[in-house]
Structure formats: structure tokens, C-alpha cells
């Protein structure tokens, strides 16, 4: 079974531009959660989709968003990226609602100058 | 106070040694505990997934669930160093689906 893929896995971006990462879930997975990691901060929740419907939100502002697609596949977007932006984003997915047993791509590294 | 400690490291052991992992939380209302296995520049891999206080052992690795002293453990026997990575704990409640991470422990196993 393919694991979760992620794409792309590093990118350069400038501040003030957007940026969208996809990720595609382990086959029948239906739910998917997006994190930021960074080596002061660890790994932070961002958003949980499930059913296509946005279910958990952690505390990022508005400029990160995010989709979930009929097929539970699922894109993040952050526009107007600031220098601290900078970080490895990860996808997680599992079977059924976030229940903590995830798994995870091998993450988008973003690099803002 | 953060919800979930979690010493960062690193921590530098000889292969061979027994390896003590741990993470202390606040909040006596989480009810699953989990350990992420992290290497360099992958995602976190589940490693250890338990419910109920007490032991949960698989291979050299066994999770340790002291609830009443809100305190997990993940212990490594005979290690080795492809063990070398970064160990995060994850503790998380179902009544919000609330999972809260440790800041992941640095471990480095010299052959």
C-alpha cells in the first residue's frame, strides 16, 4: 500500500508570494491533518479535514488555508509568506477522524527568502 | 506551564544500552498516549500506541503509562545505532480530538 505523498518536497518561495502543498493520502483514508515543524516550535497543528469539511483548526492566522477534495485528497495554501513561514510542512493521515494514530508524509520543506 | 514536557536533548548513549525516553503532562483527562519515531528529514512514524496505564512492550521497545503520576515512558533495550532520531510523545483526548505533542527528544546511539 502506497504511503502518504506529498508534493512538492522542497520549494523556494520570496515573501509576499503563496504557495500551495499537496497531499495525498494512504488509499481509504479519509482524514487528513496538515502540520508545521520547526526546529523552536516543533510540530504545530494546523488543520484537520474530514468529509472535505474542515473539523479541527489549530491557532495560525488566516493567510494558511486549506482543502480537502472528494477523493481525500487534500491541498494546503499560505499566501502573502512571511520569513517565518519557513519549515517543513507535514500531512498526516488516518482511517477515520484525527484519533492521534497518523501517518505521516515525509513533509514540503519551504524555504521563504 | 506546556500541556505535554518533553526534555529535547540531545541524549547520547553507547550501542547496547538500555534508553529511557519521557514525557510528563498536565491535563488528567487524556486518555491515549502515543510515541513518534522521527529520522532526519522524514515525517514521524508511529511506534508505540496505548490506552491504559501500565506496560505495552513490542520487540526492544516497550511504552510505560503512569496515569497516576501523569508521566509515559518509552524504554529502548539493546540499542542500536539505527535508533538514532528523534523520539516525540503524543498524548491525545477524543472528546475534542485534541492532540498535544512533545517538543521530541534528540537520541544519538555511538557504535
Known amino acids: 500500500k502506497a504511503g502518504v505523498t506529498q508534493t512538492p518536497r522542497y520549494l523556494i518561495k520570496t515573501r509576499g508570494q503563496q504557495v500551495t502543498l499537496s497531499c495525498s493520502p494512504i488509499?481509504?483514508?479519509?482524514?487528513v491533518s496538515w502540520y508545521q515543524q520547526t526546529p523552536g516550535q516543533g510540530l504545530q497543528f494546523l488543520f484537520e479535514?474530514?468529509?472535505?469539511?474542515?473539523?479541527n483548526k489549530g491557532n495560525f492566522p488566516g493567510r494558511f488555508s486549506g482543502r480537502q477534495f472528494s477523493n481525500s485528497r487534500s491541498e494546503m495554501n499560505v499566501s502573502t509568506l512571511e520569513l517565518g513561514d519557513s519549515a517543513l510542512y507535514l500531512c498526516?493521515?488516518?482511517?477515520?477522524?484525527?484519533?492521534?494514530?497518523?501517518?505521516f508524509g515525509e513533509g514540503s520543506r519551504l524555504t521563504v527568502l | 506551564q506546556k500541556e505535554v514536557e518533553q526534555d529535547p536533548g540531545p541524549l547520547s548513549v553507547p550501542e547496547g544500552a538500555i534508553v529511557s525516553l519521557n514525557c510528563t503532562y498536565s491535563?488528567?483527562?487524556?486518555?491515549?498516549f502515543m510515541w513518534y519515531r522521527q529520522y532526519s528529514r522524514k515525517g514521524p512514524e508511529l511506534l508505540m500506541y496505548?490506552?491504559s496505564s501500565g506496560n505495552k512492550e513490542d520487540g526492544r521497545f516497550t511504552a510505560q503509562v503512569d496515569k497516576s503520576s501523569k508521566y509515559i515512558s518509552l524504554f529502548i533495550r539493546d540499542s542500536q545505532p539505527s535508533d538514532s532520531a528523534t523520539y516525540l510523545c503524543?498524548?491525545?483526548?477524543?472528546?475534542?480530538?485534541?492532540?498535544?505533542w512533545g517538543a521530541g527528544t534528540k537520541l544519538i546511539i555511538k557504535p
Open positions: 498526516a493521515s488516518s482511517p477515520q477522524r484525527y484519533t492521534g494514530e497518523l501517518f
Open positions: 488509499s481509504g483514508h479519509r482524514s
Open positions: 479535514y474530514f468529509s472535505e469539511t474542515q473539523r
Open positions: 491535563n488528567s483527562a487524556f486518555q491515549y
Open positions: 496505548t490506552y
Open positions: 503524543a498524548i491525545f483526548m477524543d472528546s475534542n480530538y485534541q492532540l498535544i
